[in-house]
């Protein structure tokens, strides 16, 4: 499966917010540890849960791009200057599998 969303911002340099990537009645801890990638080119993994709402965090190990913090700064996104940064979660599951656990 293939899941896409967008970034709402940033905590530093090496943590992002990320909303609508999960349902809010989704256990993200189920997806902690997976792998994600974002449009910027960095990689990073889910590190938890971000409130009630469904939204998580994704840890940078490498830390965010000189880019990647532009647009997901909120002065300049309230300037008009900021965009959105698209983060990708790939993973693969198996119907017939009994303990129901996402590879990637």
């Known amino acids: 499966a293939v899941v896409s969303t967008q ?3 940033m905590n530093d340099e090496w ?3 990320v909303k609508d ?3 809010k009645e ?6 902690t540890h997976l792998n994600v990638s974002l449009s910027t080119g960095e990689r990073g993994r889910i590190d938890g849960s971000f409130g009630n709402s ?3 965090k994704v840890y940078v190990e490498d830390g965010l791009s000189e880019d990647a913090l ?4 909120k002065k300049k996104r ?6 959105k940064v698209v983060v990708k979660l790939v993973f693969k599951r198996f119907m017939f ?3 129901k656990q996402m590879l990637q």
């Not at 989704?26 to 997806?31: E, G, K, R, V």
């Not at 532009?70 to 700064?73: C, H, I």
């Open 7 to 9: 970034s709402t911002g």
């Open 15 to 17: 943590t992002v917010i």
């Open 21 to 23: 990537l999960f349902k």
């Open 26 to 31: 989704t256990d993200i801890d189920l997806f």
């Open 54 to 56: 469904g939204k998580c």
């Open 70 to 73: 532009t647009l997901l700064d």
């Open 78 to 83: 309230k300037e008009g200057g900021g965009g």
């Open 97 to 99: 599998d009994k303990k």
